[in-house]
């Protein structure tokens, strides 16, 4: 049960140049998550789903596009990356359980340099 | 106001000891909170959800107090492996029921021995 997964690790782009990032879970979570996190602003939501086909804007969706086309994977894009989108980018799957509230289990990042 | 503040420290504190760290935030609609447990380069780990009644592992004790719109995490005879930034994440109210998390910038806990 390998959780929540990510790829790449590390990727390093130029300004301009297009990226997707993979993120697959095992655990049949409906809900699945992408955050970034910089320097001093903490973890951002970027775009979350609520389930296959769904998805929606969190706090920092600009420049990113994202596509939920099973249930497990969620794809995260950038179109035409620019340098503020140097980041290290976290995938999140949670499961809404009575009593529990939304506990997410985080992926292990990809950190993305553009240049 | 910030939706979700912590104290970033960093809080030294001699192996032993007992620290506790608090977070507001400021959506009263809020309706769970959690701590995460971050280390250097590694992603956010739960470390537990925060009930109306409080919550209790081993250790760790986590209160809230909706009242004061805060929450907060005691860690008891501390460690050198609990060293690492603690991360407060409070919902965000949204549809679905699949709510985001709005996270707090953390507070870093260094055990020194």
């Known amino acids: 049960n390998a959780g929540v997964t990510q790829t790449p690790k590390f990727r390093v782009l130029k300004t301009g140049q297009s990226m997707t990032l993979l993120c697959a879970q095992d655990m049949n979570h ?86 | 106001r910030k939706e979700v503040e912590q104290d970033p420290g960093p809080f030294n504190v001699p192996e032993g000891a007992t620290v506790a760290f608090n977070c507001t935030y400021s959506n009263s609609a809020s309706q769970s909170f959690f701590w995460y447990r971050q280390d250097c380069r590694k992603e956010p780990k739960l470390l537990m959800s925060v009930y109306s009644s409080g919550n209790e592992d081993g250790r760790f004790t986590a209160q809230l107090n909706r009242a004061s719109q805060y929450i907060s995490l005691l860690i ?38």
């Open chain 1, 30 to 115: 409906e809900y699945m998550y992408w955050y970034r996190q910089d320097p001093g602003m903490g973890l951002r939501l970027i775009h979350y789903s609520v389930g296959e086909g769904t998805t929606a804007k969190g706090e920092v969706p600009d420049g990113y596009n994202v596509s939920r086309l099973k249930k497990q994977n969620f794809l995260l894009g950038l179109e035409s990356a620019a340098p503020s989108q140097t980041s290290v980018y976290f995938c999140a799957s949670s499961q809404m359980l009575a009593g529990a509230g939304n506990e997410q289990f985080f992926g292990p990042g990809t950190r993305l340099t553009v240049l």
């Open chain 2, 76 to 113: 008891r005879d501390s460690k050198l492996s609990d060293s690492a930034t603690y991360l407060c994440a409070v919902n965000t109210p949204g549809g679905g029921g699949a709510d985001g998390l709005t996270f707090g910038k953390g507070t870093h806990l260094i055990i020194q021995p």
